[in-house]
């Protein structure tokens, strides 16, 4: 059965890919038989080149998402060192899984209606400002500091959780004792001698965000600016113009884009080579105190999604909300009354799009995993990689043209392939950890006893990691929920979720309905987490004895230790 799965996971995942390839090669040269050109050209780069404003669109999208990146990086590396088996990286750890089920458009309109010239932060300290009017604004600033903020404070949750079983595999507190005992404090400690292994292991979830970073669209479209957009949304834009000639335009600008990722892939690695391998004389110039923020750091990424949920609320009720008062005048369930109807429709739309995804990227990620630990064959880098490190534009615009080319209608399985896709290495990486560490000698013996091999999987080992396998498939349900380009570009107009309306109205001049679908869309995701948090618990339960044994005043809570009950025959 795991033979099978990886079988059908890698042909899933893998095979789409090459039509998608050729089909952006073919229409990035001007070769689209379905369109009428029959002929390869170079029209579409001379296109690309000669539009207005397109090197200020890429310089604008390499400060906010190299920026972001190294910020986000800089930030979990100091909230790390500062807070790492202490009292307070218990709070911290126990709060991620909220920050990450809270997506990111929905993240985006919060601030919107936060930090805008009329927003929450400005009414509160209008008092101060007095009648001097607020020219700047961090919402579609044109050197995209609100961009790269948001971006920042989004996917530093991330790297704060890839970042726990990366030091486990350090082994901090050894590494710890040992510089203690030279001289050297804790901070000189997490410079000198765990950053090169922090950033040697986490290199793969930094180039997700990097990636992630340089080709967002949807938190772009929402902060970023107008004139001239970043440069994912000006490719995105391109593959929005009506006339279908241009299309060469676009693909050349999607395969621009993936050149650019690349190239900042490329960089990042260079400069941490550089400054670990090259440059490491700051390693050992005896220098043994050091001093970083890191505690304090920890507030603005925690702050900053509470303080959202409460002003997507109030908007979504307000009915007069006159600047500058901190509070609405008038409340009214006129708006939810208004889009009730069809919000039902929408969240129909995503539940369903979420709990296919999840559980066939569930399945999947548990027929790799098998194979990984009976045959000692991981599943290949690619698989992982290509859905986190390539631009989600050059991917899905490429099976756009080819799927295009098939007849019939194609849009469902297309989108429902799209979410998956994306989804896989989310629930592989959760599960990837609880995997490796389940003690197989409990298979071994229940194999001894006269067991087959599917049954002491069903009877012991499910059992034990299924609060880890929920978990993990509320983690690939979230994915879903938040996918905004899969579902547009591959749904052709004609699947519509809360994410998809959430972007198209949040440039609108309703914030109360802005404020509405943010709301929903926030809502949704964190609904799944609370009810995988409660179901896992549940289990975990389960699994624990009514009664356990205490030694010393120490409580064991090792289940694996506690004698086994057969029920006779």
Known sequence: MARLLFAITLTVCCLPLLPG?????ASAFAFVPTLGLMEANISGWRHVIAWPGLYQSIQLTLISGLGSSLLAVALSFMILQATWQTPIWQKISARLPAL????????????????????????????LLGDNPVTWALVQDPYVIGLTLALTLKETPFLLLMSLSVLRQIDVSRLTMVSTSLGYNRTATWLKVILPLWLAKMRFPIFAVIAYSLSVVDVAM????NTPPTYAVLVWQWFNDPDLALLPRASAGALLLFALCGLALLLFRFLAWLGCQCLNRWQYTGRRHAWLPGKSLWWPVFITPLAIMPVLLMWSFALRWSFPDWLPSRYSLRFWE????????????????????????????????ERSVNQQRSVPRAVIAIPLLVPQLSILFGIQVAVYSLPGQWHVPATLWAHIFFAFPYVYLALDGPWQQFDMRLMQTARSLGVSAMLAWWRVKLPL?????????AVGASVSLAQYLPTQLLGAGRIN??????????S?????ISGLYGLMQAMLPLIVFALATVMSRVAERRLL???TPTISGAQHHDTVCQPTHHKRA
Request: aromatic share 8%; with cysteine.
């Open 545 to 547: 004895p009514t009664s």
């Open 497 to 506: 979720t809360l994410t998809t309306e959430a972007v198209s109205l949040s």
């Open 338 to 369: 208004q889009e009730l109807s069809y919000v039902w429709s929408l969240v129909g739309n995503s539940i369903v799009l979420a709990v296919i995804s999840a559980s066939v990227a569930l399945l999947f990620a548990i027929g790799c995993l």
């Open 21 to 25: 390839v050729g089909g952006i090669l």
């Open 465 to 473: 990691l299924l609060p880890a396998i929920i978990l993990a498939w």
């Open 222 to 225: 929402i902060l970023g600016p």
């Open 508 to 512: 609108g001049l309703d914030r109360r």
């Open 100 to 127: 990450l089920a809270l997506p990111h458009v929905a993240f985006a309109i919060g601030l919107v209606l936060l930090l805008s010239p009329s927003g929450w932060l400005f009414r509160l300290l209008s008092p």
